[in-house]
């Protein structure tokens, strides 16, 4: 289970606010029901079956630096033991709070071992789309099964 992020005595504070506010409501018939599977997910800063399908997909793969709040996944160098020469370093953005397509962006870079020392090399775009493909995919994957579960 993650850690809250945020110190005991603010959650506390937080609550002693809500409660009074709760009971101003009247009755439990008149609020509308929480949708859990909501496809705006805000309690870590970014959409969370979007985030969730990012780490998942780039599981294999070393992470550097994972940012909830901020919504950014960045991997260290991959290489692939089937290509030696080759590595990838991958780099996530979830720009919205929304379950969107437009809301995921990704970003690689690609260097191939020539002489020894590790030079750049172009990245298809197509490795870039189909990332970001499988990622929204598997978000709304796992949204599909909130709802149905």
Do not use: H
């Not at 959409?47 to 992470?63: E, I, K, V």
């Not at 780099?91 to 379950?99: A, F, H, P, S």
């Amino acid at each position: 289970m993650a850690r809250s992020l945020i110190p005991a005595p603010f959650m506390l504070a937080a609550l002693a606010l809500a409660l009074p506010l709760a009971a101003c409501g009247g009755g439990s018939k008149d609020r509308p029901k929480a949708d859990l599977a909501a496809s705006r997910v805000t309690t870590i800063g970014v959409n969370s079956y979007l985030w969730r399908a990012a780490l998942d997909t780039l599981s294999f793969m070393p992470m550097a630096q994972a940012d909830s709040n901020g919504g950014v996944l960045v991997t260290d160098w991959y290489v692939n033991p089937a290509t030696p020469n080759e590595r990838m370093k991958v780099t996530v953005t979830i720009i919205d709070q929304d379950l969107r397509a437009d809301a995921v962006r990704v970003a690689a870079s690609r260097q191939m071992l020539t002489g020894g020392q590790w030079i750049e090399a172009p990245v298809q775009a197509a490795t870039v789309q189909k990332l970001e493909e499988i990622i929204l995919t598997k978000a709304r994957d796992l949204r599909r099964t909130a709802v149905s579960g």
